[in-house]
């Protein structure tokens, strides 16, 4: 992604492969990257000739920022959407990354990924350091950083979780911060990885009727880079920026999830918090500039408060499974990640050459297509 001057949410798509048990359902692949920036949707209808009869397009398509299947590697994840916020991190710009999506579609996979396959946490910190380290000797940095868990509007430290639930305060400066929460700032990744998957391993996942290990819980892994001039004699210039990378909760609807009691109270506010996101982020880019933006109405936009609200990079990678039992989320996965691309149309954009994607994509449809009535 291109992360400009002009600040404002760049949108990523990314496609998981077909699990074992779609497979073993015997489930086929709906969704399907066409090129960099374009995907397409089709819909698994129950008879083939029923689309023939219809006579009408049963496919939709998408263009983001950036669109990845099974093929992309974390690596290039990573590089497409974070690695560039680095640099505008170490001269004082925020900077969120959230992974948005159903259960199960690979959010934390992307952010926090395997030992052997570690996400975006690891290598983003991994490369901070290193361009801290290739900076100019007359600034100081330290680096912090702290994971937390939002479950049912409440706050665990997910490195300290036997202090219990967390407050929201206001410092000197006016910046939110987690009261009482643990910072590390290690610069070892191995050990950065062991402190992330143990602190994982301690989010709230509770079983619902639509996954088994839903995740109902929003991880927040808070990176705060301070910076000053090294010189006693000078007035000290102090420089503070953060990087918020979070894994939210599934965005699957609480109707669907069959949720009764508890869970819907979870539901409700799980909700909350990605309508609040939802909001925050559409009054933020209001182009007049005079939407009221609701910070309070969650801790998730609270927390993200200074993030949102000031200078900062804003990405979302939004998850999909390629599954054609998964159709109906993964349509309204698609629908909320290109609403929220839409709402940056002020910037810059690329040049796209629509011809060319209208050819890409015609010559993929008619091969579904013929697929189809092999079948
Ligand atoms: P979520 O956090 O959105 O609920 P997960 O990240 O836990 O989903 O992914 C669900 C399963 O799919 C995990 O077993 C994960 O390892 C696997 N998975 C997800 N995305 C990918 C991918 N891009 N490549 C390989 N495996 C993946
Ligand atoms: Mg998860």
Known sequence: LKVGVSCCLQVALRIRPLSDAEQEEGATIVAHRVDEQVVVLMDPMEDPDDILRANRSREK????????????????????????????????????????????????????????????????????????????????????????????????????????????????????????????????????????????????QEPTAANKTSSRSHAVLQVAVKQQSRSRDVLQEVRFARLFMIDLAGSERAAQTQNRGQRLKEGAHINRSLLALGNCINALSDKAGNKYVNYRDSKLTRLLKDSLGGNSRTVMIAHISPASVAFEESRNTLTYADRAKSIRTRVKKNLINVSYHIAQYTSIISDLRSEIQRL
């Open 61 to 204: 398509t998408y263009m983001f920022d950036v669109a990845f299947d099974f093929s992309a590697s974390q690596e290039e994840v990573y590089r497409a959407t974070t690695k560039g916020l680095i640099e505008g991190l170490i001269s004082g710009y925020n900077a969120t990354v959230f992974a948005y999506g159903p259960t199960g579609c690979g959010k934390t996979y992307t952010m926090l990924g395997t030992d052997k396959e570690p996400g975006i946490y690891v290598r983003t910190l991994n490369d901070l350091f290193r361009a801290i380290e290739e900076t100019s000797d007359d600034m100081l940095y330290s680096v912090s950083m702290s994971y937390l868990e939002i479950y049912n509007e409440m706050i665990r430290d997910l490195l300290n979780p036997s202090s219990g639930f967390l407050d929201l305060r206001e410092d000197a400066k006016g910046v939110i911060q987690v009261a009482g929460i643990t910072e590390v700032s290690t610069i070892n990744a191995q050990e950065i990885m062991e402190l992330l998957m143990k602190g994982n391993k301690l989010r709230t």
